[in-house]
């Protein structure tokens, strides 16, 4: 294995959490850079974003310094990876648009196949619901006409 700073312990086969040179527990950290793609450090936990750099400078590899095939294959793996999540995220946007066309399809599908039974037509493009609604009130409003009538002739 690599050499840690000099102020990191010496290795043990167990793990023991190392302190950084701030006193702190240092943060375990996989690396994804081009030149180290997957290997496991151990670094101070202070690190700042907009400087990209850690507290202490504590640094310390935890694994053994990769061959330039092992760097090669893992670099086209994580290529690979990136293309496949964003083929996934695409066909996931275009599996909901299809959802969405299959809704309205369904739904121009229901009005287009609805009648109006009205005078004995049969008519094709019109809402179901206004078909019925303006139909049941007509038999209602005779039915009551004829009730109506009944009560006052008897």
């Known amino acids: 294995m690599s050499d840690c700073n000099s102020y990191s312990s010496s290795r043990c086969s167990c793990y023991c959490p190392r302190v950084c040179f701030c ?3 240092a943060a375990n950290i996989t690396s ?3 030149d180290n793609p997957g290997r496991r450090f151990e670094a101070c936990p202070i690190y700042n974003p907009v400087t990209k750099t850690r507290g202490c400078k504590y640094f310390c590899w935890l694994d053994e310094n990769q061959t330039s095939w092992q ?3 893992i670099n086209q793996l994580v290529i690979e990876r990136k293309l496949l999540k964003n083929e996934v995220g695409m066909l996931k946007e275009e599996n909901d648009m299809l ?3 299959a809704k309205m399809l369904k739904v121009g599908n229901l009005q287009s196949e609805s009648v109006e039974v009205a005078n004995g037509k049969i008519t094709e493009g019109s809402s179901l619901v206004s078909n019925i609604v303006p ?3 007509r038999y209602l409003f005779l039915v009551c006409l004829i009730v109506f009538l009944a009560k ?3």
């Open 23 to 25: 006193d702190r527990v």
């Open 71 to 73: 760097k090669k294959v």
């Open 135 to 137: 139909v049941s009130f």
């Open 152 to 154: 006052i002739i008897m």
């Open 99 to 101: 959802k969405n066309r």
């Open 32 to 34: 994804w850079t081009k």
